[in-house]
């Protein structure tokens, strides 16, 4: 499955990517399923559905500290990922893309999430470099601690 067109609008992104001791259709049960983000997500709070059906998904994602965000899934392939945008009506929209890839052992698959921010790809590519570093590093280093895809995965 290719990355979604609109990727090209931005300029950056920031990859996250866990070995998980599963198959890849274990890892798709858990992140296809309406609501996924409430078993997973450190900071949601909850993860209700707008949409939830075959050629429509969307839902929103309410944080820990009250923000809300609208996901709108634009691309889902069965089995191996799907992308999606996210954002609130009023402001523009960060691009996510998620993957499953099966490793040559059928109990161990990776996944990978691409997150291209929509606040770090505006204005002068230059000048946006360098707080765009720390903010992946921030990231990274919050995901290694948070994310618990081997336990969610065992669970199904």
Not at 50 to 59: F, G
Not at 128 to 152: A, G, H, M, N, V
Request: with cysteine.
């Amino acid at each position: 499955m290719e990355i979604s067109k609109i990727s090209e609008k931005y300029n950056q992104a920031v990859r996250g990517e866990e070995q998980i001791n599963c198959s890849q259709e274990k890892i798709w049960n858990v992140i296809a399923q309406a609501s996924n983000l409430e078993l997973f997500h450190p900071f949601c709070s909850k993860n209700p559905i707008i949409a939830w059906q075959e050629n429509d998904h969307r839902d929103e994602i309410h944080y820990i500290n009250g923000f809300k965000l609208k996901r709108r899934f634009i691309a889902w392939n069965e089995g191996v990922g799907y992308d999606l945008v996210i954002g609130t009506i009023k402001e523009k929209e960060s691009f996510v893309s998620w993957r499953i890839h099966q490793t040559n052992d059928q109990n161990i698959a990776r996944i990978t999430i691409d997150i291209y921010p929509y606040i770090m790809n505006m204005g002068n590519k230059l000048m946006q470099r360098i707080p765009f570093e720390y903010i992946i590093d921030l990231i990274i280093i919050i995901s290694k601690f948070s994310f618990r895809w081997t336990e969610l995965a065992y669970q199904k």
